[in-house]
Protein backbone atom coordinates (compact mmCIF):
# COMPACT_ATOMS: atom_id res chain seq x y z
CA UNK A 1 0.00 0.00 0.00
CA UNK A 2 1.08 3.56 -1.00
CA UNK A 3 2.19 6.08 1.69
CA UNK A 4 -0.04 8.27 1.10
CA UNK A 5 -2.86 10.29 3.80
CA UNK A 6 -5.93 9.20 3.37
CA UNK A 7 -7.90 11.91 4.27
CA UNK A 8 -5.55 14.93 2.97
CA UNK A 9 -3.52 13.42 0.34
CA UNK A 10 -0.24 13.91 1.38
CA UNK A 11 1.84 11.55 0.06
CA UNK A 12 5.93 11.27 -0.39
CA UNK A 13 7.74 13.71 -2.08
CA UNK A 14 11.62 13.71 -3.34
CA UNK A 15 15.41 15.88 -2.72
CA UNK A 16 18.68 15.58 -1.92
CA UNK A 17 20.85 14.92 0.80
CA UNK A 18 23.14 17.38 0.71
CA UNK A 19 26.63 16.80 2.06
CA UNK A 20 29.25 19.49 3.77
CA UNK A 21 31.02 19.01 0.86
CA UNK A 22 28.01 19.91 -1.30
CA UNK A 23 27.36 16.20 -2.77
CA UNK A 24 24.06 15.57 -3.50
CA UNK A 25 22.03 12.06 -3.53
CA UNK A 26 18.11 11.58 -4.22
CA UNK A 27 15.98 10.69 -0.63
CA UNK A 28 12.28 10.89 -0.31
CA UNK A 29 10.75 12.69 2.09
CA UNK A 30 7.59 10.68 3.80
CA UNK A 31 4.79 12.11 5.44
CA UNK A 32 4.13 11.30 9.37
CA UNK A 33 1.69 8.37 8.43
CA UNK A 34 -0.31 6.94 11.82
CA UNK A 35 -2.78 3.99 11.63
CA UNK A 36 -5.74 5.75 13.93
CA UNK A 37 -9.37 4.89 14.59
CA UNK A 38 -11.39 7.65 14.33
CA UNK A 39 -15.47 7.56 15.55
CA UNK A 40 -17.90 9.13 13.34
CA UNK A 41 -20.65 10.27 15.44
CA UNK A 42 -23.41 10.97 12.37
CA UNK A 43 -22.93 7.02 11.72
CA UNK A 44 -22.25 5.83 15.40
CA UNK A 45 -19.48 3.95 13.73
CA UNK A 46 -15.50 3.40 14.04
CA UNK A 47 -12.89 3.33 10.87
CA UNK A 48 -9.19 2.77 10.56
CA UNK A 49 -7.84 5.24 8.86
CA UNK A 50 -4.43 5.96 7.77
CA UNK A 51 -3.84 9.74 8.67
CA UNK A 52 -0.72 12.07 8.48
CA UNK A 53 -0.32 13.80 12.00
CA UNK A 54 -1.49 17.27 10.60
CA UNK A 55 -4.68 15.90 9.29
CA UNK A 56 -4.81 14.68 12.78
CA UNK A 57 -4.55 17.78 14.57
CA UNK A 58 -6.85 19.40 11.94
CA UNK A 59 -9.37 16.86 12.88
CA UNK A 60 -9.51 18.41 16.28
CA UNK A 61 -9.53 21.58 15.48
CA UNK A 62 -12.57 21.37 13.05
CA UNK A 63 -14.06 19.25 15.36
CA UNK A 64 -14.23 15.75 14.85
CA UNK A 65 -14.46 13.58 11.45
CA UNK A 66 -17.43 14.23 10.28
CA UNK A 67 -17.45 18.04 10.06
CA UNK A 68 -13.67 17.65 8.47
CA UNK A 69 -15.20 15.42 5.73
CA UNK A 70 -17.59 17.90 5.08
CA UNK A 71 -14.94 20.88 4.58
CA UNK A 72 -12.70 18.73 2.49
CA UNK A 73 -12.57 18.23 -1.12
CA UNK A 74 -13.37 14.88 -2.73
CA UNK A 75 -10.55 14.88 -4.75
CA UNK A 76 -8.08 14.65 -2.38
CA UNK A 77 -9.55 11.58 -0.62
CA UNK A 78 -9.04 7.78 -0.86
CA UNK A 79 -12.17 5.86 -2.31
CA UNK A 80 -12.83 4.96 1.88
CA UNK A 81 -12.58 7.96 2.85
CA UNK A 82 -15.17 9.18 -0.01
CA UNK A 83 -17.75 6.52 0.64
CA UNK A 84 -17.25 8.00 4.40
CA UNK A 85 -18.05 11.23 3.04
CA UNK A 86 -20.86 10.38 1.49
CA UNK A 87 -22.92 8.37 3.83
CA UNK A 88 -22.29 11.01 6.19
CA UNK A 89 -23.89 13.40 3.93
CA UNK A 90 -26.90 10.65 2.99
CA UNK A 91 -28.06 10.40 6.85
CA UNK A 92 -28.08 14.10 6.89
CA UNK A 93 -30.16 14.71 4.10
CA UNK A 94 -32.38 12.49 5.90
CA UNK A 95 -32.45 13.98 9.04
CA UNK A 96 -32.70 17.20 7.24
CA UNK A 97 -36.15 15.91 5.16
CA UNK A 98 -37.55 14.78 8.41
Do not use: Y
Request: net charge positive; proline share 2%.
Amino acid sequence: MSRTCELTGKKAMSGNNVSHAKNRTKRRFFPNLNNVTLTSEVLGRDFQLKVSASALRTIDKVGGLDSFLRKSATDNLSPNATKIKKDIEKIEVEKASN
